[in-house]
């Protein structure tokens, strides 16, 4: 095929026509087990790439924006660039501790797993595993929808601040430009991602994970940043109330990426958070990501409270 992106990935169709075929593990699991395994764990890769793609986007915009100069001085000096590397580092710093949290959960549970083959769980081992598949299917479509978006954006970024340059074949980020716009599509759009993560919303389990971060030990200086994501918490917990007291379930997909987001935002940045309590050289990231995650957050619960079923109208195809 003649891609836009990812030239370095071969791909083609496939056509069977009458092809013998065998039964590969058991009926009627095909659907709600092997492939919905397969495509957790493409789902898992396709984040770590993402954060790859992210972290090439950003080191090509920083190394860009330290050389090129402008009216005398490095463009990386002039408020509206170091603006725009702040916050790619802040969403890039995001995206990894995300992915490693979500790989976490992955990563117990399938050691259950395997552990269960060997012998039999103790209840103590078969409750844990429960607990991490299910955070591991929540995080999973969570982590690569915000880490996918967020490749996006990086890459969109970048191109910018090399300007014209970008936009021309001679620096690499023309191509990671069209390598990221895959990332939100195969393995699940998006939009699939939500409909899986939403679920984690209107149960509240990504609550009930938010509720855990709160209470981690933290050194006095962050008190203050996580009073901020206590009071992000607050208004997210309010406007998931707010849409499910309507109980309509096509009001509720219509909202659901901004509550996923929502619900991401406050994530990253308890991750971010617990990651400077660990090393103080995430703080920078921190500051600007809690900053960056109230201000979306606050956007999105003040569209959604000011938007009636009724207005579902003005969207809907003639």
Known sequence: ENKMGIKGSPTCELVFKDAPAELVGERKLGLIKYVMALMNGA???????????????????????????????????????????????????????????????????????????ERTLTKEERDDMKTYQKLADYFTPLLKGMTSEYCNQLAYDSLQI????????????????????????YEGT????????????????????????????LQPELHGLRRTLIGM????????????????????DFHARRLVEMAGHIIMGYLLLLDTERDDRFRTSTEIYIRYGRAENKARAEYISNFSINDLGFFKPN
Do not use: W
């Open 233 to 252: 918490t607050e208004e997210y917990e309010k406007t998931v109330k707010h849409l499910a007291d309507i109980r309509d379930n096509e009001y509720l």
């Open 162 to 185: 090399h300007g014209g340059s970008g936009f021309m074949k001679d620096y690499p980020i023309e191509r990671i430009y069209r390598d990221a716009r895959i990332t939100t599509i």
């Open 43 to 117: 789902r898992l890769g396709i984040g770590a790439q993402a954060v790859g793609l992210s972290e090439a986007a950003y080191r090509e915009a920083l190394a860009y924006a330290e050389e090129r100069k402008q009216f005398g001085k490095a463009i990386i000096g002039f408020p509206a660039v170091y603006e725009m590397l702040g916050l790619m580092k802040a969403k890039l710093d995001a995206s990894r501790t995300l992915l490693y949290e979500t790989s976490r959960y992955v990563d117990v549970y399938k050691s259950y797993m395997h552990l269960s083959e």
């Open 190 to 217: 998006t939009q699939l991602q939500v409909v899986s993560a939403i679920r984690g919303v209107t149960n509240g389990a990504l609550l009930n994970r938010i509720r855990e971060f709160e209470v981690m030990p």
